[in-house]
């Protein structure tokens, strides 16, 4: 697959060649296109030769990437293929990468398989995230079943009445005689303890 520029500047004849290969595998049970090779050519010649890694997908299904680089910050899929040619002197970075090699119809992309990995660092987080969340969830659930209920005929009875002893050398000062028709009877002044009657 070529893309001709034509003269860009000092550049003659500019043409980036995709080199595509398709493949039967067995486990899938269908072909699957790969790109092996990026060439730039100008003045007639080759001039730099990246190798692809990475980039492959169903043959009935087109390959899309959000950088397709030579860079290592965008994780570097093409690799230059020889320390010795010039390929080391070109920084070549694809965006919005779309491609599709065959069963190409009505001139559109097929559905894209994408280079995102499954376990980005966002989706880790999504996981770790909701693991916490359900620890959670189990730990209250386990406190919820072992909460001890009160019994339904669980009653409140008040506690005896307490009297406070008083000592012997104090009921003079606490008690006063009363007379009432011909018995004795004593009253304590502390109201708070009631009426003896004697």
Not at 15 to 21: A, D, E
Not at 92 to 113: L, S
Not at 186 to 192: A, I, S, V
Request: contains cysteine; proline residues 3%.
């Amino acid at each position: 697959l070529s893309l001709k520029f034509g003269d860009i500047g000092n550049l003659k004849g500019f043409i980036i060649r995709f080199l595509l290969t398709t493949s039967y595998y067995q486990l899938s049970v269908q072909n699957w296109f790969s790109l092996h090779r990026l060439q730039l050519l100008y003045n007639h010649s080759v001039q730099a030769t990246f190798n692809a890694t990475g980039i492959h997908a169903p043959a009935s299904y087109s390959f899309h990437c959000e950088h397709v680089s030579s860079l290592q910050r965008y994780d570097a899929l093409l690799i230059p293929s020889s320390a010795n040619d010039l390929s080391k002197l070109w920084e070549v970075t694809f965006i919005d990468f779309q491609i599709q090699g065959f069963n190409v119809q009505e001139g559109h992309f097929a559905y894209a398989k994408d280079c995102a990995s499954f376990f980005s660092p966002a989706i880790l987080m999504g996981l770790v995230m909701s693991l916490i969340l359900l620890l959670v969830l189990a730990y209250a659930l386990h406190m919820l079943l072992h909460l001890k209920s009160l019994d339904r005929h669980y009653e409140c009875k008040a506690s005896p009445a307490y009297f406070a002893q008083m000592k012997d050398n104090d009921m003079g000062d606490e008690k006063e005689p009363l007379r009432n028709s011909g018995n004795e009877s004593y009253e304590l002044r502390n109201q708070q303890f009631g009426k003896i009657y004697i």
